[in-house]
């Protein structure tokens, strides 16, 4: 066969098997710029340097995505890291690191807006398929679908009476 498969992964403290799909949205209009889909074996922290599109002023995640590397290798490219910072057992956050964190949060908000429309419109709590590829397909079609109602609503703004 050689067809990829869903895997297990975890999510929190809960195992779950399947896939993920990674966004990487823009901040003003939440249309979604890049989609990266792996299955649910793969940590968030892996794919994320391939949803940056290199053009952003500033890059938004949360504390999964926070590496010192990817954190070098933002600077480097002129991308303002906003990406919440991670506590460990030896280092527990600063109250400033924590405001920092609180500050992000409702920014990364917008991020997580396709996937709710995702689950509630378009009937994508569980994905259909075991097949990579296919799941793949119907993300990117639900993508496509996604962002051709956030642009209609964006240059064609419903405008209130009164």
């Known amino acids: ?6 895997a297990l992964g975890t999510q929190g403290k809960k195992t779950v098997f ?3 799909v990674h966004n990487g949205v823009d901040e003003a209009h ?3 710029r890049r989609m990266h889909f792996t299955d649910a074996s793969i940590t968030d922290t892996e794919p994320a340097d391939t949803l940056i599109c290199g053009d952003e002023e500033a890059a938004y ?5 926070y590496t010192h590397a990817r954190h070098a290798r933002l600077k480097q490219a002129g991308i303002k890291d906003r990406l919440m910072h991670r ?6 956050l ?3 690191q924590k405001q920092r964190n609180r500050l992000i949060s409702k920014v990364r908000a917008a991020v997580e807006r396709p996937f709710a429309v995702f689950k509630q419109r378009y009937g994508m709590r569980r994905l259909r398929f075991f097949n990579l590829a296919t799941n793949r ?8 679908g996604y962002n051709l109602q956030r642009a209609a609503a964006v240059l064609f703004p419903v405008r209130k009476p009164g």
């Not at 119907?138 to 496509?144: D, K, R, T, Y």
């Open 87 to 92: 506590p460990n057992k030896h280092h527990p």
């Open 137 to 144: 397909t119907q993300c990117v079609l639900a993508g496509c």
């Open 61 to 65: 995640g949360d504390q999964a995505y």
């Open 30 to 32: 939440t249309l979604i």
């Open 18 to 20: 399947g896939y993920k």
């Open 1 to 6: 066969m050689g067809r990829p498969r869903c």
């Open 94 to 96: 600063t109250p400033r």
